[in-house]
């Protein structure tokens, strides 16, 4: 990280915020080495990263007018989610007050009436089963440490289940490891009778889990690919080591 300046330093009740940035990109992070948010100043709609580019390939399966993200950061999916479609109404839930403020700031966050920002807790949000059932979730919700633990908490992925719409697809990241989670594999095949993973070059592991069967198909893969690969304006996939059904624990 020491090639970056720093920009901003800020500190709450969970640690320190950082926004730091050099000549092409600007950075959130919670700790030293850690990048939580990157985004590109010239095309803030082109994911820096591997796993946020990973969890847009949802796209190839929803054409959604709705969608929450849990855990803004930097606001990545929000900005790839406005170029693909400016007309989805878009709800994020932040936990932390100054991440909201700081992506409104130095991350060009998007604004208008399709989207909703919301300084909450993830887990009391869905609890309070208030919001309109959507066509996708995003959970990518990580502090300090990496993922938080509530993300993988049955509870948390059953409320998810009842938010999304019945052709609804929640995407979960995590690690490369929770690919060989038994317990989390079976948690989700309960409540979503199809499932794929796709492992990334960064060693994220993205699950996409759909309430509807034959909703995650293969088939016409690369032509889709290429649509929605130009629809976003940038190549889709080039980060995959693997992607396609997740019919239990990887070894």
């Not at 007018?65 to 479609?85: T, Y």
């Not at 089963?129 to 992925?157: C, N, T």
């Not at 409320?159 to 999304?164: A, T, V």
Request: aromatic share 10%.
């Amino acid at each position: 990280m020491s090639h970056y300046r720093l920009l901003c330093q800020q500190e709450d009740s969970l640690g320190p915020i950082w926004v730091l940035e050099d000549d092409e990109y600007r950075v959130l992070a919670f700790a030293e080495n850690d990048e939580q948010s990157k985004i590109s100043k010239k095309s803030p709609h082109i994911p820096a990263h591997s796993y946020v580019q990973a969890m847009l390939q949802v796209l190839l399966f929803s054409e959604p007018r709705s969608a929450i993200v849990l855990g803004l950061g930097g606001g990545a999916l929000v900005h790839a989610l406005r170029r693909f479609d400016a007309a989805i109404k878009i709800t994020a839930v932040e936990l932390r007050e100054q991440v909201i403020a700081l992506a409104q700031r130095y991350f060009y966050l998007p604004i208008g009436k399709k989207v909703t920002l919301l300084n909450q807790d993830a887990m009391q949000f869905l609890s309070e089963k208030s919001h309109k059932r959507v066509d996708i979730i995003f959970a990518d919700i990580y502090g300090a440490e990496g993922v938080d633990a509530k993300q993988l908490d049955p509870d948390f992925l059953n409320d998810c289940s009842g938010l999304l719409k019945d052709n609804g697809i929640l995407v979960l990241n995590c690690w490369r490891e929770h690919s060989q989670n038994e317990a989390l594999y079976r948690q989700l095949k309960m409540l979503f009778p199809e499932l794929y993973g796709c492992l990334t070059s960064g060693g994220n592991w993205i699950v996409f889990a759909a309430r509807r069967p034959g909703q995650l198909s293969l088939d016409g893969i690369k032509s889709r690919n290429a649509a929605l690969s130009e629809r976003l304006d940038f190549q889709l996939g080039k980060t995959n080591i693997r992607f396609g059904v997740w019919d239990g624990p990887l070894t």
